[in-house]
């Protein structure tokens, strides 16, 4: 028997790669993945992923054609790239979907990458410098990747253990990104300064930063009413037929 061969389409990651390590396929900025099959619709109807979570890594491991690369090095928006294409891979492009009651119909291909400056990108390094308005401390961040999402998960589910009624979602975040804090990179110090000394407005003020400088997927789509939205995924995201 002849040796199928399968399509493949190459994806461009919001970030360029920029901020892999140049040991990681990723630093390329470009990732290959399959088209959808019947073996994927298993993945996605897997009781079991869905229940722990996971069935879209478990979906993105399997479309992904290079099988050294890490789901859980990924960005957050590089993962969301991934995700909108295998989307695209597996059921086209045109998403039906319910807005404000109306029913709309968006082309996924027309997604774009948000506009970044990456001026402040050095390659191979995940890693930014911001200083806070109201006190003038300097910090370093880094973008969230796949595995920094699993450890804020552990941990807030440690911390709600201890106390039920606790609500650490944010803090946890912060100190999870935030390296240093005037050049102290300890733990215990960066710990300190969320809980103690990092004010409300430079907070908010540094997490609008994020927002707007973190490479990901523009997911708003003007209505024809002129109303700009955000693309509410749900369900029907993976699943065209759910009702």
Request: negative net charge; hydrophobic residues 35%.
């Amino acid at each position: 028997m002849a040796e199928l061969k399968f399509p493949t389409e190459t994806i461009e990651l919001p970030s360029k790669g920029l901020i892999y390590p140049l040991t990681l396929p990723l630093s390329s900025g470009k990732v290959e993945m399959k088209y959808m099959t019947a073996k994927e619709e298993d993945i996605l109807t897997n009781q079991s992923y869905i229940q722990k979570g996971i069935v879209l890594d478990k979906l993105l491991q399997s479309l992904i054609v290079d099988k050294s690369i890490d789901i859980d090095d990924l960005i957050i928006g590089d993962k969301n790239a991934l995700l909108i294409a295998s989307r695209v891979l597996g059921y086209g492009s045109k998403y039906p979907v319910k807005i404000k009651g109306k029913d709309v119909s968006i082309d996924l291909s027309t997604l774009e990458n948000k506009e970044i400056d990456f001026s402040s990108f050095e390659q191979g390094k995940n890693e930014f410098s911001y200083t806070l308005e109201s006190t003038g401390n300097v910090i370093t961040y880094k973008l969230l990747t796949g595995k920094d999402e699993k450890l804020i998960e552990k941990e807030i589910a440690g911390l709600k253990k201890i106390n039920s009624d606790a609500s650490p979602e944010l803090t946890t975040r912060l100190k999870q990104m935030i390296l240093s804090v005037n050049g102290d990179t300890e733990k215990k110090t960066i710990r300190d300064f969320v809980d103690n000394y990092f004010l409300a407005r430079d907070s908010r003020a540094f997490r609008e930063h994020i927002k707007n400088t973190q490479p990901d997927v523009n997911l708003n789509v003007t209505l024809d009413s002129g109303e700009e939205v955000a693309i509410p995924i749900g369900l029907s995201f993976f699943w065209p037929d759910y009702n």
